[in-house]
DNA sequence: TTGACTATGTTCAACATTGACTACAGGCAG
DNA sequence: CTGCCTGTAGTCAATGTTGAACATAGTCAA
């Protein structure tokens, strides 16, 4: 989901500027975004047909440079809306993931329509876990707790989501369909890369 | 982590076992408990010397059975301490291992020092966090969100953790030094694996 | 006692991940 | 213009992970 997003953002790109642009995210602090993750990933998803994969000749140098394909643009929406949705005991980082490419390519509704997938399946799990809570003679007192925390940590990001849902539903959010009303400091390292960026382009008669 | 500390709780036991014991906690939910990794890591802790392997012939069947080692114990001791301690942004399944282990292999005390450096940590990353909101014109919206939600949470796991040093504190939590307080239920598939113990301890001479 | 099914215990080839290492271009101090 | 450093772009052998498949033992109804 990562490299289809970041190849979504910024292509046509390679390797290194995926992995230098999601160092700076510090993404590479709970992600595996080795480079060999990378390099494989984006040799993967290429035989996978979700990347193009472009060959290129850049001052006199060999440069792999990737694209989205039709199939890619698809699998990244689904895995987008697949992370958003699913609820994983005691992992959040493919919601994070998920949540950070949300506006660049869910509209306000699609988003919408996910995270309230999202809300249901928070309740009906903290259902099960209050449930844990009836019958704690049945369970070592540890994993009482454990689920106490799941249920308190939930508790919390339930609250969270609520408030996203609404700002989503009342234009407070921005999506690929609304208008963004932020831009990158004028420092961004954004910025470097878009020389590469549109000379990949015009190489491949963009 | 995951491991060891089963084989901490079950030793001299089996491949199979582990993986029977593993998927009725429902670990298999969250953890990497594939019948290959659990055979692949038992190897390779074997390689490691954190595990004694030894191959006995059960029943006319040859049975890989381990135990831990000296320094398979203390691995699982750094590893649990570490699990307890460390905080990552997304991902508290170290911590849930941990957690899980800290009953059978920490004294009151240990755990009480780990979940204090826990605490301050804590505190510490919350306190940067509460910055990212201040300079949130510099931050694109929905990072500033995702900062919001990880302060949400933390806050409340914060609440949970306050209360957990205070019952430790209290010996109102079992360790490894402490009473249990707590049996478990007569049908616990547990017992199963009694008297497979036995006999492998009695095959090695215990 | 046959045959069908489930439980036990493990292997292995395909696939993915790791991170140290290679290779070279450009800048720049001496 | 030499040598050294940094930044760019990527490779690869070693290691780890996956899950389908294997082999055998027990169970139990027909």
Redesign the pocket.
Known sequence: MLLLGAVRIFEPV????IR?ELTSWQVDRWA?V????I???LA?LARQGHLLRHDLV???????VYELTDSGREELDRLVAAGLQAVELYDRSAFMVAFSLLPSVMTTEQARRSLVVRRVALEQTMAEFAEIKMRSEAVPPHVVRSALLWYDVTVAELAWLREVIDDLAAGRFPTADTDWGWLPPPDDPGW?MNA?RERYRSMLGR
């Not at 080795?34 to 993750?37: C, E, F, I, L, V």
């Not at 850049?58 to 792999?64: I, L, T």
Request: aromatic share 8%; hydrophobic share 5%; no cysteine.
């Open positions: 390679n390797g290194y500027q230098r595996n080795n480079p060999g993750s390099y494989g990933g993967t850049d001052g006199g140098r060999e440069v792999s470097q590469d």
